[in-house]
């Protein structure tokens, strides 16, 4: 009893509107003996019953065995009340259904829960779900059979629910409704148990004896042949007690059914083996439930520190909370640019930001396709670089190439190294714009009106820090264009010579020597340039730009503050964070009560310990994991 207690109490805190608890549900045809299976299982006398729809709403029955000296009693929970009186209990629940349903046959999914406490039932769980109704009666809608359907879907799809399937023995069970939609969810037959019904008034000469055993359609858990009683047994209320009695001679006087082996008839039989699935059930995913309440309170505590509390009424203290945010805005800014670890980073602000990879891949990428062994004089024909040589000799004596021609022909290909730079310098401050207003967009979640304030304040920061950086960008493009000249050791070694010798066996005249020399001082130089350009303006936009960003942001935003007092008017929560936030505090107070339920046995409390330090460890692994690029 210990465990289905556990369980109990963890519904009574409410853990089943969040995390599945294990159950079982009963599953079958309207009319297929459901309610008379669960009313010998009891041992009592307490369903609706008659003619046509008789569950109208899901019964979830919790069942305590008590002493035998022991009055039966029952509580529903809804109603401060002790009944002893079992006839009541019944009113009590058409009167419960009615309230919901209507008098016209409707059928709802809002369930009556119901506790008993007698020395005929077992310790057990089970939920009574309205039979699949294939006609509409009454007022029902006309969609009757899609709506129970739907109904019976939703919980016997739960992996952690068992399912008693209700099967009459008087249809064909290869055709079972029941039978069909547990296959369904149930593919391995592992959690559906199959209850045979109304044996005793199946056909003269026919018997059910293959389908209990499982030959004709297998169940895992197999089927339990049951005799319920008859209409005419409920019309004359017939004891439950005797009934039962009248059940086992049914079995032991039958040719067939007294010959079979022990173990597949009688609602003695199928008490037994709900005790044990159930058991079994709840031993297999008490563990895996104890880890999901543990997960789900890291999930709501981290949630909640997310929102914050909620907003102050004085203006000092909003004033103190805008500061806040704007100091957090400008930490997870400079720590997503950098690529450091931040407590969170795994949380909804920070999961997804890509940080300073994305400028290091920018950087990565300027002047790519000029780099290596580029020829920038390949565009260059024979042709043009004679004309060049000739228009730049002036009237002086042939045979001395002026550096004119070096610079004419080089300056055109210099300039083309400014559109790349900037739009490098422009891809850049659009990506810290992006990421800012991404951030703040987060951050200041709560609060919607005030979003679009500070990504101005921010867009301005950064477009005065574009722009400072333009004008140095632009100067090292023009010095580079402007002033021709070079340190480089390779160069000076090798393109210093006033004639250089020709290299081939084959011997050049003076001006084809001169021109493939132009050509390869040209290119060496470029090269230079590019490698200059391709080190100086990533330093430069880093430091003027991304570096100088990241130290005055903080400071320009609080001047705006400052200056701006009407933001403090937009410091107003919309209605559905305090809604989100509340809920967040009732399921936590829900998942703390279930954690201490849980944690109340030994076992649990030992695995709760093992799985909080597993989460603590998971969490220090992910600070000292590096940052991925």
């Given at each position: 009893r210990a465990l289905v207690t556990l369980v109990d109490h963890l519904r009574d805190a409410g853990l089943q509107k969040y995390i599945r608890l294990p159950r079982i549900v009963t599953l079958g045809v309207q009319s297929s003996g459901k309610s008379s299976v669960l009313e010998s299982i009891v041992g009592l006398n307490f369903l609706p019953r008659g003619e046509g729809v008789c569950t109208r709403r899901p019964l979830e029955l919790r069942l305590v065995h008590s002493p035998s000296e022991t009055k039966p009693w029952a509580e529903f929970e809804e109603i401060n009340k002790r009944f002893e009186d079992f006839e009541e209990v019944r009113s009590t629940i058409e009167r419960l259904t009615e309230e919901v349903t209507g008098k016209n046959k409707n059928i709802i999914d809002q369930p009556i829960i119901l506790t008993i406490y007698s020395a005929t039932c077992p310790d057990l769980t089970l939920i009574d779900l309205p039979g699949i109704t294939r006609i509409p009666v009454?007022?029902?809608?006309?969609?009757?059979?899609?709506i129970t359907k739907e109904m019976a879907y939703r919980y016997i799809s739960d992996p952690r629910t068992v399912i008693l399937c209700v099967c009459p023995a008087n249809t064909d069970i290869s055709t079972s409704e029941g039978l069909l939609m547990a296959r369904k969810v149930d593919k391995a037959g592992i959690r559906t148990l199959g209850v045979v019904t109304k044996i005793d008034i199946m056909d003269r000469g026919t018997d059910?004896?293959?389908?209990?055993?499982?030959?004709?359609?297998?169940?895992?858990?197999?089927?339990?042949?049951?005799?319920n009683r008859s209409q005419q047994d409920i019309v004359t209320n017939v004891d439950v007690k005797k009934a039962l009695e009248e059940e086992k001679q049914f079995f032991s006087n039958h040719p067939v059914y007294s010959t079979m082996p022990p173990g597949y008839l009688g609602t003695e039989i199928l008490t037994q083996k709900l005790t044990k699935v159930l058991f079994n059930h709840i031993k297999h995913f008490l563990p895996e439930i104890l880890k999901e309440t543990l997960n789900r309170i890291k999930d709501c505590d981290d949630r909640l520190k997310q929102l914050g509390p909620s907003t102050p009424q004085d203006p000092k203290f909003k004033f103190q909370l805008l500061w806040n945010l704007v100091t957090d805005f400008c930490e997870i800014y400079k720590n997503s640019i950098k690529g450091?670890?931040?407590?969170?980073?795994?949380?909804?602000?920070?999961?997804?930001?890509?940080?300073?990879?994305?400028?290091?891949?920018?950087?990565?990428n300027l002047l790519h396709e000029f780099s290596g062994n580029f020829e920038v004089t390949e565009e260059f024909s024979k042709e043009?670089?004679?004309?060049a040589m000739s228009r730049h000799e002036g009237d002086s004596i042939p045979g001395f190439p002026s550096v004119d021609v070096f610079i004419f022909l080089l300056h055109p290909q210099l300039e083309k190294l400014k559109d790349p730079v900037l739009d490098c310098l422009a891809d850049v401050h659009s990506y810290l714009e992006q990421l800012s207003h991404k951030i703040i967009e987060r951050i200041f979640y709560r609060f919607p009106s005030l979003v679009g304030e500070m990504s101005e304040i921010a867009s301005q920061v950064l477009f005065s820090e574009k722009e400072n950086c333009r004008q140095i960008v632009e100067s090292i493009i023009e010095a580079e264009e402007s002033y021709i000249f070079t340190n480089d050791y390779d160069y000076l070694a090798q393109r210093t010579e006033i004639v250089p010798k020709a290299t081939e066996k084959k011997p050049k005249n003076s001006r084809e020597i001169f021109l493939e020399e132009i050509k390869s001082r040209i290119d060496s130089y470029f090269r230079i340039v590019v490698r200059n350009v391709r080190d100086t303006i990533p330093r430069t936009i880093g430091y003027f730009l991304v570096r100088s960003s990241m130290d005055k942001m903080q400071l320009e935003m609080y001047k705006k503050i400052n200056l701006n007092e009407n933001l403090l008017t937009h410091l107003s929560e919309p209605s559905h964070i305090t809604k989100e936030r509340e809920m967040l505090k009732k399921q936590l107070e829900t998942l703390r009560k279930a954690e201490k339920i849980l944690k109340h046995d030994p076992q649990m409390a030992s695995e709760a310990e093992s799985y909080e330090k597993e989460i603590k460890k998971q969490e220090e692994e992910l600070k000292q994991k590096p940052t991925e690029s």
């Open positions: 009454g007022d029902q809608p006309q969609n009757i059979e899609k059910a004896r293959k389908v209990i055993m499982g030959q004709e359609v297998s169940l895992r858990l197999g089927y339990v042949g049951v005799k450091k670890f931040d407590r969170r980073k795994s949380s909804r602000v920070t999961k997804d930001l890509a940080g300073g990879a994305v400028i290091k891949n920018h950087f990565k043009q670089i004679q004309e």
